[in-house]
């Protein structure tokens, strides 16, 4: 039996999230292999298109990490990012992909022990709910249900 | 060969709707007939699968198949179509993008015939046996085990859109085909631009749109004139491919997205998603979810013919 | 011609070599689709390297380079100057973070190497989707707005245009001036505010390089530093200010008599009038809101009786933009309203006045000439004077305005000066008294005959209420005995309070506000001119409660800083990273156009298609996410090329 190597997407707004990353890499944090970066300009960059094509493309998850509330670089790109969120989560409630495989947080600039727990803990998120398998498989509620 | 163009049309799953647009020729069907041969037309003509499967590769000029690709047999028939003809295309929301029938896709095979079969109120037989259960007589064809979109099984050249294609688009297409204009590849009989450009109500849309409440037909009296998103009822004009004619809104209806979606967006509920969720009002989670509660079957709404053509109908690319 | 796509992995000394195995991934690199080459570099930073690479991207006439190296907020801005170096366009390359996000973070040598793997091809991936882009230079915009005409507004606009800027004026009232101009005698020397500011008014007014719009409001600013555009309305001119000479005819035939608020309110005006005697410019103006030609189109009085035909019932207001490259914010401030506490007997004891009202009433274009008198026209005997009204207090502003103390001692002597016998009586908790001239003054009223001063046990231990038409005030004092004063006129020491129309103010402009309600600086102690919006500036009350002088020095300030940074002459490079709109699929929805924090989108309604001024466009991404047409791109960010990153990252790893 092959253990389950979760593949994440993380989705980095430039000017908080993606130097948060860095910042855990400059302090020399101990990162999930398993979490693939991608920058955006600003997490109001992504849209729900983009989230289901990593999905599509394989992953098993997919973070999307901004600046802190009231910190956005563009204002409200960050409030934009989280009404879709919120209602693209709505949406997956009841199909193959969990609500749980999309996550949006948030990361300073700087924040790099803040980033290493948030991916840490997506890592186990979608470690329990095992890999987004091809054609149908619905999924059960994460805590048995 | 030379002569007559040899047309076919084909029947998948589907309520029958897009051969409705079909009949709706009416007298222009006679001419069909005559400038053209039907050679297979399950629903009007006696032709089998071995009649078409003796016919010559790419021999017909042009095959229509309307429904969605729902059973095993459904497969067997288009690959074979694919072979023979020239053009496929593609008809209507079912063939385009699985339709209402890709919403089943939220179920498992075994829960659709559970309920088909067992739960509903008008089943008052003892539970008997599902028709996947075998038995001695002749096979059932089987449930796929996902609803999927035309050119999800065979390349397709062309799409009328719709559900159904209005009759004016039908006519159109059949009669470039009865005079040998096939469609060019990747054709979709419609416009370019979403449906809000030919919108009547288009200018009565304010800058700022803020929905405190999403709100069903039912819940509110509507201004006939104005705009549906500020008045807190989800239209999906803006996500939908234009080409319609605004049917359903010239009846008061919102745009429930038959169409699909413009050619730079590949699923159309996500587009959705990000457009409403653009207007709606709030600025922490709770709020919002909140207000994404008052949405009745957000997934029924927002992927109502398009759920098989999406990563959430049919999971990802192997 | 077909892509040559150059791959360069920085060992970055140590810190990447060390981590993972650089020649499998050049290996793999190298045989990636386009890539004609792929090599180790050893500091790619370091000068010597640079030069390489740029040969070798010269040499092997490459289309598209990836860089492997450190985090892209390092040195992307170093690796676009080596592909411009090589004479190629800057943005043709995609920046690999293989350092911050995988030697330094992945411990474990083939894991780091996977994902470096990984990260390589999802790099090639995307530099495929790279257009060349070429920064367009706009002039800046060497003009200046000015919002609000009081001191600190006049004084950064004459610092200006005395070093030749041109600048526009904004001022929401029909006259410039404000609130300094209604005083009477200035702390501390008992100057005539009238004569020290009008000077200055009038050369404003009749400055070539400054235009003064009055009656006008700012409705938007758009744009970046240097190249900001400014929507202003002006109010339908109803009197023609090239034809009014302020003959006051008009004022006379006017029927309508309204409470007159330059004075307080302690007498009235007409619904036509001149603000107050000297103000500028001195023209008439309606007050549409009680005009009966306004109200129910029946009266026609004033324009009757205007000789010079300048009263316009059919005039209209007017919108206009204006092209500046930087904004001074000196919206002033207003005064609190003791009636919001009753503890004052604020519009209910006679007597009791605001500060405001007795600079009214002592000044000489005041409503008694500048007879310090109570409503009934009598000399008061007692006056008390009441300090921290609206500060220093949960209820209503915790600051101390740091004014008021010595503004409430000036008309003290103001009183001494004209009424010798009068009891002079101040309630405070606590005096303010900074800065080099305030003790020597506070001493001088102590040694005048007649004060007496009762120290409160805080601010709010005060009640004033009417007994025999007279106002009795009542204070508890430190020792917690009520010392009670019964006074015919009462002068309350008001708060300088952010205006109203601040938090509006602040949203129109995009500033902060800080906890107290008034705009908040760049930082509060190192750049306290600046406004939190680049390119802005702050002056005067606007910013906090301060006195005339630091007002005016704030408004040289502010013009100081804007000279030093905006150079007439001086260009612009716009960012090129912007959205576009494909008209061909724009439905014209208008979705995205409330979103855009910049407002660079507008909808072309002839087309019915929306346009993005790029000038305006910093590349956020948010119009593009939300167009559901797939309408709207990002240069270098578009969909394609970040899906194409994505499934790069995610390709099943061939090893």
Known sequence: MTVFEPRIIALLCNWCAYDGADAAGRARLDLPAQVWEVRVMCSGQVSPGMVLKAFEAGADGVIVLGCQPGDCHYKEGNLHALKRMVLLRAVLEPTPVHPQRLQLDWVSAGQGHRYAQVVNDMVETIRSLGPLAAGHSREEPLNGG | MGGRPKIALYWCAGCGGCEESVIDLAEDLLTVAEKAEIVFWPVALDARYRDVAAMEDAEIDATFINGAIRLDDHIRMVRLLRKKSKRIIAHGSCAHMGGVIGLANLFTPRQLLECAYRQVPSMADPPGPLPVEGGDGPRMPELLPVVKALDQVVKVDAIIPGCPPPPETMARVIDDVIHGRLPAEKTVFAHRKALCHECPRLDSRPEKIEITRFKRLHQTRWDPDVCFLPQGLICLGPVTRGGCDARCIGANMPCRGCFGPTERMDDFGAGAIACIAAMMAGTDEPALAQLVDSIADPVGLFYRYCLAASVLGTGPTP | ?655
Request: aromatic residues 6%.
């Open chain 3, 1 to 655: 011609m077909k892509d040559r796509i150059g791959v360069f992995i920085c060992e970055c000394g140590p810190n990447i070599k060390d981590a993972m195995d650089i020649p499998q991934l050049v290996h793999f690199a190298g045989h990636l689709e386009a890539v004609v080459l792929a090599e180790p570099v050893g500091l790619m930073c370091a000068p010597n390297d640079r030069k390489k690479v740029a040969d070798t991207i010269r040499r092997h006439h490459l289309t598209h380079v990836v860089f492997a190296s450190c985090s892209p907020r390092e040195h992307e801005q170093t690796f676009r100057g080596v592909l411009e170096s090589a004479g190629c366009n800057p943005f043709m390359m995609q920046a690999v973070n293989l350092r911050e996000q995988c030697a330094w973070v992945i411990h474990d040598r083939d894991q780091a190497t996977r994902k470096a793997r990984r990260m390589i091809g999802a790099g090639v991936q995307r530099v495929r989707h790279h257009a060349p882009l070429t920064p367009r230079e706009i002039d800046c915009r060497p003009d200046v707005l000015v919002i609000g005409a009081g001191v600190a507004g006049i004084s950064a606009a004459r610092t200006l245009s005395q070093n030749g800027r041109r600048v526009v004026m904004v001022e929401r009232s029909a006259c410039i001036g404000g609130m300094a101009a209604l005083y009477e005698d200035l702390y501390p020397d008992f100057n005539c505010a009238a004569c020290l500011i009008e000077p200055d008014l009038d050369d404003v007014l009749h400055d070539e390089r400054i235009e003064i719009l009055t009656t006008s409001e700012v409705l938007s600013v758009r744009g970046t530093p240097g190249n900001f555009t400014a929507t202003v309305k002006q109010a339908a001119p109803h009197v023609d200010p090239l034809r009014c000479i302020g003959c006051a005819a008009c004022i006379e035939a006017c029927p309508v008599t309204v409470p007159n608020e330059f004075n307080a309110g302690m007498d009235s005006r007409q619904a036509i009038y001149i603000p107050y005697p000297g103000s500028l410019p001195h023209v008439a103006v309606i007050d549409k809101q009680n005009c009966l030609q306004f109200t129910d189109a029946r009266c026609g009085a004033c324009k009757e009786a205007c000789p010079f035909d300048a009263v316009d019932y059919a005039a209209v207001p007017a919108v206009r933009n204006l092209a500046v490259g930087a904004v001074v914010v000196a919206t002033g401030f207003q005064g609190f309203d003791p009636g919001r506490s009753t503890r004052y007997g604020y519009g209910t004891v006679d007597g009791v006045i605001s500060a405001f009202a007795f600079e009214r009433l002592v000044n000489t274009t005041g409503p008694t000439g500048g007879k310090i008198v109570t409503a009934s026209g009598q000399a008061p005997d007692t006056v008390a004077f009441v300090h921290c009204v609206g500060s220093r207090t949960e209820a209503f502003n915790r600051f101390c305005s740091g004014v008021c103390c010595l503004s409430a001692f000036k008309q003290a002597r103001q009183v001494r000066k004209q009424l010798p016998e009068t009891a002079i009586h101040h309630f405070f908790a606590d005096l303010c008294l900074p800065g080099k001239t305030a003790q020597r003054f506070f001493d001088g009223v102590c040694a005048m005959a007649g004060v007496t001063l009762h120290r409160l046990v805080h601010p709010g231990a005060i009640r004033i209420s009417a007994e025999n038409g007279r106002a009795i005030v009542r204070g508890t004092d430190a020792s917690g005995a009520v010392q009670q004063v019964d006074a015919q006129l009462v002068v309350l020491a008001t708060a300088m309070e952010a205006p109203a129309g601040t938090p509006q103010t602040g949203r129109i402009l995009d500033l902060g506000l800080d906890d107290d309600g008034f705009f908040k600086e760049a930082h509060p102690v190192v750049d306290p001119v600046a406004a939190v919006r680049e390119g802005f500036y702050l002056a005067g009350c606007c910013q906090g409660p301060k006195d005339i002088p630091a007002s005016i020095s704030q408004g040289q300030a502010a013009a100081g800083r804007i000279m030093q940074k905006l150079i007439p002459g001086g260009k612009i490079t716009l960012n090129p990273i912007v959205a576009r709109v494909d008209p061909d699929l724009c439905s014209g929805c208008r979705t995205c156009e409330a979103l855009c924090p910049y407002d660079a989108l507008a909808r072309d309604e002839n087309e019915a298609c929306m346009t993005i001024e790029e000038a305006l466009c910093r590349g956020c991404g948010i119009c593009a996410a939300v167009c559901p047409g797939g309408a709207i791109s990002v240069c270098h960010y578009s969909a394609d090329a970040v899906y194409a990153e994505i499934a790069g990252l995610l390709k099943p790893d061939e090893k």
